[in-house]
């Protein structure tokens, strides 16, 4: 059965491609591939899932030789284990969900069989990332779904700021990837022969290589210097794809893509890569100095930072997109803190609730005729019962309340952070994000919800169809009860996740009781969350003008947050006033200067020179000086190329 499992990311991948090339202009047979290639990869990776289950111990690994120069080759194939069939099961289960959504949402698009294409295609590279084995195939579809998500953040093209908003999230990304590429480069360098022949650069052998490593200094080059720098390198490849600070900035704009992209982007694929590489890389960076630590404060800052700015948005989906970078903040602190398991498990139970949640504010948009400002909004909880009840659980779910998916992930990842040291810095942090969660996430339910509606009273909301509404109840499923996979609640037998993950290593699980909720931290996640719930209710539920409390009180603040901390200015200020002119002035000096003018009068006038000076000097005319020049000429040969010979060869024979 595992030998086949390639095929999970190459139906996908056949489907859309077979949609651009052949059936583009039928849009029911378009959707009916993208969909029809996704629902058999869900069933394929559900019966790993479950094959998984029952034998844990149990890697799958089949790999072939790619490129083979001398003793130096790269392979292609296939890695299978709890990770990365985890994975595959989160993948297509959201993206069957989005692609049914898509039909309804994307019905009148002209554009719809292109679409679909996109999809399958973006979804296929995603799942062919999850089971490579090694970072070079790691890093192939790394880009194909840097590439896919450009096409799909743009795909209105004609739109000025899709276009945008695409072409930034492709140059962030390239950025970040760049550094991945270097750090790949530079680890495979002073690593290079200590990698088993089988597996150059396979995470299945990484254990074993930096065990090596550890043991043979003189493979460290400049020891820490060497190993930081490198660590750093490849961490900016996850910080561009999850939108760590300071490569953040693509996300929320990425919302001027169609709002299915926008959940299946922001829940368990693209964003979903650069915490799924950490949790792979674990095992080098606790031997980076200083790999964790940065790892855990760059998490925890990108947490607190984007939950302020959160706190004022006013478009429904950019205010989740910071919610997303949150989030995504919280699971790069949790592996830095030294559990990626928990980490995770929160992407697991976040892939669901923040894909109800972007779903549910398309259904909104879908139901208010394309309507995403806030304050336009309202009184939409009788119109739209159903995207009302589902939006409020994955609301409740993602700010922690108990015992939905969210609460029990992120207490996992409280915990972590308390038992790193209850006053440490990631801490602190970690817990005041739970509180401005709870506020943030509440406020977007008042005023998209709450009160009276204040668009267009000749056009009324309504409920959308169907095809939108039913995954919407799905994801409400599991958005309640995933959670409890991972719990430590002794019931259920313990924390089931933690066990499939790690089957070897379960010293650090919980077991038993329901000692987690009689916890410091888990008291003061509760607690805070609570209070920011009654925060955002006394502010907002009566719909307020937008942020009139934060305005007043704090006007200063409120505008640095209404403005994202000015991160795109000083972005633009430094292209425009530093790296653009220093660009410019070496293009002017290089090109126009030195390759147009320079270089080709240089030649000419060399050209001239030369042909003077073997005029006056050469080209006399006179039979002896044509003699002597080549009887010099004769010298010179012979005793470079004849009298070695004489020399070095001593069993020459004639």
């Known amino acids: 059965m595992k030998e086949f499992s390639w095929l999970i990311p190459f139906l996908p991948f056949l489907a859309g491609l077979s949609i651009i090339f052949i059936t583009h202009k039928n849009r029911f047979v378009s959707a009916s591939l993208s969909m029809g290639a996704t629902i058999i990869s869900a069933i394929y990776a559900f019966i790993l899932l479950f094959t998984q289950i029952a034998k844990p111990e149990e890697v799958f690994e089949n790999s072939f030789n790619w490129i083979q120069i001398g003793q130096f080759h790269l392979d292609l194939g296939v890695l299978l284990d709890p990770l990365a069939i985890t994975m595959l099961a989160l993948i297509c289960t959201v993206s069957l969900l989005v692609q049914i959504y898509s039909h309804g949402y994307m019905n009148d698009d002209k554009n719809y069989a292109r679409f679909f294409s996109f999809l399958a295609l973006f979804t296929a590279s995603m799942l062919a990332l999850v089971i490579s084995p090694n970072l070079f195939q790691v890093y192939i579809f790394w880009e194909l779904v840097g590439l896919f998500s450009y096409l799909l953040i743009g795909f209105w093209h004609d739109k000025e700021t899709a276009a945008n908003a695409s072409f930034k999230a492709f140059i962030i990304n390239r950025v970040g990837d760049c550094g991945l590429l270097a750090g790949i480069l530079l680890l495979a360098f002073i690593t290079q022969s200590l990698w088993p022949e089988e597996g150059f650069l396979a995470f299945s052998a990484l254990p074993k290589v930096l065990n090596q490593l550890q043991e043979n200094s003189h493979f460290l080059l400049e020891g820490f210097l060497s190993l930081t720098v490198i660590g750093v ?158 939006f409020l659980l994955a609301t409740l779910a993602i700010s922690g309340i108990p015992p939905l998916a969210g609460f029990w992930s992120k207490e996992q990842i409280i915990k972590v952070a308390w038992e790193a040291g209850s006053f440490n810095l990631t801490f602190i942090l970690a817990i005041i994000t739970t509180l401005l969660t709870a506020i943030y996430m509440f406020r977007i339910y008042f005023k998209t919800f709450g009160g009276q509606y204040k668009g267009d009273l000749h056009i009324l909301p309504h409920e959308s169809p169907k095809s939108m509404t039913i995954p919407l109840i799905i994801l409400a499923i599991p958005t309640c009860l995933i959670g409890l996979i991972g719990t430590p ?166």
């Open 233 to 390: 390198l490849i961490l900016m490849g996850p910080m561009a794809k999850s939108a760590q600070f300071p490569l953040h900035t693509w996300l929320p704009d990425a919302m001027e893509g169609p709002t299915p992209i926008s959940a299946l982007i922001h829940a368990a694929t693209m964003v979903a890569a650069g915490v799924y590489l950490l949790a792979r890389l674990f095992p080098f960076y606790t031997i980076v100095p200083h790999g964790l630590e940065i790892i855990a404060l760059i998490g925890a800052f990108t947490a607190i930072f984007s939950a302020l700015i959160a706190l004022t948005q006013n478009d429904i989906k950019k205010a989740l997109a910071y919610s997303t970078c949150s989030q995504l903040g919280y699971m790069v602190m949790c592996i830095g803190l030294g559990s990626w398991v928990g980490a995770i498990f929160h992407l697991v139970t976040h892939a669901f609730f923040k894909a109800l949640l972007f779903l549910g504010a398309g259904s909104v948009i879908h139901g208010c005729h394309h309507e995403q400002d806030m304050n336009k909004l309202g009184g939409l909880a009788s119109k739209m019962p159903i995207t009302h009840a589902t």
């Open 489 to 654: 609640l002794g019931i259920l037998g313990g924390n089931h996740f933690a066990k499939f993950l790690q089957p070897l290593n379960t010293e650090n699980l919980h077991a038993g009781g329901f000692e987690v909720l009689a916890e410091p931290a888990a008291i003061l996640a509760l607690l805070l969350s609570i209070i920011g719930i009654l925060v955002s209710i006394s502010i907002y539920k009566n719909s307020l003008p937008a942020n009139r409390f934060f305005k007043e009180s704090m006007p200063g603040v409120h505008k640095l947050l209404v403005n994202k901390f000015y991160i795109d200015e000083i972005y633009i200020f430094i292209w425009s006033k530093c790296l653009s002119p220093f660009i410019g002035a070496v293009y002017l000096f290089f090109d126009k200067i030195l390759l147009q003018d320079f270089l080709p009068s240089f030649t000419k006038y060399k050209m001239q020179f030369g042909a003077w000076l073997l005029s006056r000097t050469a080209q006399t005319g006179q039979a002896q000086i044509y003699m002597n020049v080549f009887l010099f000429s004769l010298i010179v040969i012979i005793f470079l190329f004849i009298v070695p010979v004489f020399v070095f060869e001593s069993d020459l024979k004639f």
